[in-house]
DNA sequence: ATTAGGG
DNA sequence: CCCTAAT
């Protein structure tokens, strides 16, 4: 469901036009921006339900060969079904904040896309479908991507399958099954007459059948020829709902053609420094011209966790499992097994609010993944319950798991179609080998299954941020940890450890970087303290490898593959230490760089970070311009807000007071008045003070 | 490279 | 803090 709609946006993608921007004071936040985002993260998820899909379905397969028939069928239903109760309740909720969801998803089932990508996406359900992908798939790149088609087949355990039960898949039967099942269940319940029949017809039966029977062995050619002819059928003209379908419906692989080309150049410029230019990368692949690559991006990066305080806090949107803020662009790489990356590596990405629902155990996750849930890997969502005295049990969200990185390479000359179909396959293959949950504390992985949460040291004091859980290549199991028992989360966790910013929240950075000491006194020279930078990226080798990897045939699939070509390949190997590209660590203004910073502005105002940051901070490396800039941001926001609600390392509120008069002031002169300010210019008046008690903060300019 | 804002 | 857009 959820999915569905996502996917829409994210095809839409490519249509969307590009937005001139409004003047900065003018332009809203939604807009264009936003679009793209949602964009991009729905055909992220929705990949990442693929993927579920075929995990499921390859579970099955996998785990006997033997057994034939019925299965897919059986597991078809089950999705559907949890799908369906998923919309009764939660769904709504979650979904108003973008227009019916309802709708949406009509429209996208509707919709045919005429090379069924859509299609594909849209049902994820439908197992065959995948498997139809990956054939053409193959057949599209042209190279004989038979290892990568093998390397898909191979179905593997996915942890939190609940419902799907080992059989094996008889493809043809499968399909048919299916897609009946499929759709009309969800014609019935959504009332969907239209589309559903329209799809029923038009889909997938028939030619997952056939692909599906064509799998093992490369593949028929005329599929790719099929595609385009299933354009016809698109009867977008019909709803007018669907906003994003019709475009999509347009968009595949011919006219996004000329575009992929574009695309693909800039994603292989980007392909060397990979290892290097995170940031480069990242923004060439953000690039509005790869649509795709960016959500692979953020598949891979799903940023696990860490957006930490600062999102904790802030309130939870409703809609939260279907937005953006799912989405985190932050470049982590991993191992085949994954690693654990410093700061980004905990992805208890944040307690929710979210009205959510609260998954448990293995169920949520099983459950997550059949919905399309959201997320990339499987996001369980929950929320931090209010701690019940006694058991203390936590309920907390995981937004997001860390997951192999995934590499992807395709020729210039492919269609975006197939572009689609090879991550599809990357993804495919890399949860076909099964995959395990790890759970990750302080950056650490935990391996004692059996001890407690408390004895593992998961609990308040450790902050939600040292948690995290990752996705890791081997047999699957181990989801249900997400929920068990645990002290209470609370929320204050948040704010509580300043100082722990040095602790060993996250390892793996904080490694080379611990300057603890809250802060020399004299800003300007604060070079002594903090000095180097060096992120850790200290060879996170393999942490991970350990464990599961002789049986974890996760990555089997890769290797397999010619890499050349059309190559999905979970990156690891060699160039990861470079990669590690992460989140400057913290480091909370100290009192005393508060208070140079407070002196700066007084004298230069807002405005002139770069001023700022030479006058007050140019020894301190680690404080850029926007550092100033932000930090001040938060001071005149912390003055505001009543001491109660203020965290971390109290702020004098003698300095408080002048951050507001300055800010006040600053904020009248709005002329520039460069570099002098009249003389007293700053004479901060009474108004702020007075009002804060204190006494009349006359933070004069002192030139 | 800076600035300004939103996340 | 990060990310982006606009300068």
Not at 219 to 246: C, E, G, M, Q
Not at 281 to 292: E, M
Request: aromatic content about 6%; proline content about 6%; charged content about 25%.
């Amino acid at each position: 469901m959820v999915f569905k709609k996502r996917l829409d946006y994210g095809f839409n993608a490519f249509n969307v036009p590009k937005i001139p921007r409004a003047p900065r004071s003018i332009r809203r936040r939604g807009q264009s921006k936003r679009t793209v985002d949602d964009s991009q993260i729905c055909a992220f998820e929705l990949l990442a339900s693929l993927a579920g899909k075929l995990l499921q379905e390859s579970e099955s397969s996998a785990s006997s060969n033997a057994s034939e028939g019925h299965d897919h069928f059986s597991i078809g239903k089950d999705v559907i079904k949890q799908e369906i109760q998923y919309d009764d309740k939660p769904m709504k909720t979650e979904c108003f904040e973008q227009g019916s969801c309802e709708a949406s998803v009509v429209a996208s089932e509707s919709t045919t896309e005429n090379s069924d990508n859509l299609k594909e996406f849209t049902h994820a359900e439908n197992d065959a479908i995948l498997e139809r992908t990956l054939i053409k798939t193959q057949q599209i790149s042209g190279d004989s991507k038979s290892g990568i088609c093998k390397g898909n087949v191979a179905y593997g355990n996915f942890p939190g399958n609940a419902n799907v039960n080992g059989n094996s898949p008889d493809i043809g039967e499968l399909c048919d099954g299916k897609s009946e099942n499929g759709f009309k269940q969800e014609k019935d319940t959504r009332g969907l007459e239209t589309g559903a029949l329209h799809i029923a017809n038009t889909c997938p039966s028939k030619d997952s059948a056939e692909l599906s029977m064509a799998f093992p062995p490369p593949i028929n050619s005329d599929r790719d020829v099929k595609l385009p002819s299933r354009r016809d059928p698109v009867p977008n003209a019909s709803f007018s709902r669907h906003r994003n379908d019709i475009k999509l419906g347009s968009r595949d692989d011919d006219e996004n053609f000329s575009r992929f080309n574009k695309v693909s150049n800039r994603f292989k410029a980007s392909r060397p420094p990979t290892r290097i230019g995170d940031r480069r990368i990242r923004k060439l692949l953000t690039s509005k011209y790869w649509k795709v690559a960016p959500k692979l991006n953020d598949f891979e990066n799903s940023r696990a966790g860490i957006k930490p305080l600062y999102r904790k806090r802030k309130t939870c949107y409703n809609y939260d499992r279907c937005q953006y803020d799912t989405l985190y662009k932050r470049r982590k790489f991993f191992d085949r097994s994954s690693i654990v990356t410093s700061d980004g590596g905990n992805s208890s990405e944040s307690v929710s609010n979210s009205p959510g629902k609260v998954l448990n155990g293995d169920k949520s996750s099983s459950a997550a993944l059949s919905h399309g849930g959201c997320g990339v890997s499987s996001f369980l969502t929950g929320h931090q319950a209010s701690h019940p005295s006694n058991d203390s049990h936590v309920k907390f969200s995981i937004k997001s798991l860390r997951i192999p990185e995934l590499y992807v390479e395709v020729p210039e000359t492919a269609t975006v179609g197939s572009l689609k179909r090879t991550v599809m396959e990357a993804v495919a293959a890399l949860l076909g080998g099964g995959i395990r949950v790890g759970v990750l504390l302080q950056g650490k992985k935990v391996r004692d299954d059996s001890r407690t949460l408390s004895q593992t040291g998961i609990s308040c004091e450790d902050n939600l941020d040292a948690l995290g859980f990752t996705l890791e290549p081997g047999p699957a199991k181990a989801p249900p940890l997400v929920c068990s028992e645990e002290p209470p989360l609370l929320l204050s966790c948040d704010a509580a450890p300043q100082n722990l910013t040095s602790s060993p929240a996250t390892p793996a950075v904080d490694t080379g970087i611990l300057d603890p000491s809250p802060d020399p006194p004299s800003l300007t020279n604060s070079a002594n303290h903090v000095d180097s930078n060096h992120e850790p990226v200290s060879s996170i080798t393999d942490m991970l490898t350990d464990q599961s990897l002789p049986q974890s045939r996760a990555l089997v699939p890769v290797p397999a593959m010619n890499v050349e070509a059309l190559a999905v390949v979970p990156v690891n190997q060699k160039s990861r230490k470079s990669e590690l590209a992460q989140r400057r660590t913290r480091r909370p203004f100290s009192v005393s760089e508060v208070e140079a910073l407070v002196q700066a502005v007084e004298e230069l105002g807002t405005g002139r970070w770069r001023d700022v940051k030479l006058r007050a901070f140019e020894n301190a490396d680690h404080r850029t311009y926007v550092d100033l800039k932000d930090k001040w941001k938060t001071l005149v926001h912390t003055a505001k807000i009543s001491p109660q609600q203020r965290r971390g390392e109290p702020v004098p509120q003698e300095l408080l007071d002048r951050v507001l008069a300055a800010h006040a002031y600053w904020s009248q002169h709005q002329a520039k008045q460069q570099g002098k300010h009249h003389a007293g210019t700053l004479r901060l008046t009474d108004t702020q003070a007075d009002r804060n008690g204190v006494g009349a903060a006359i933070p004069t300019v002192i030139m």
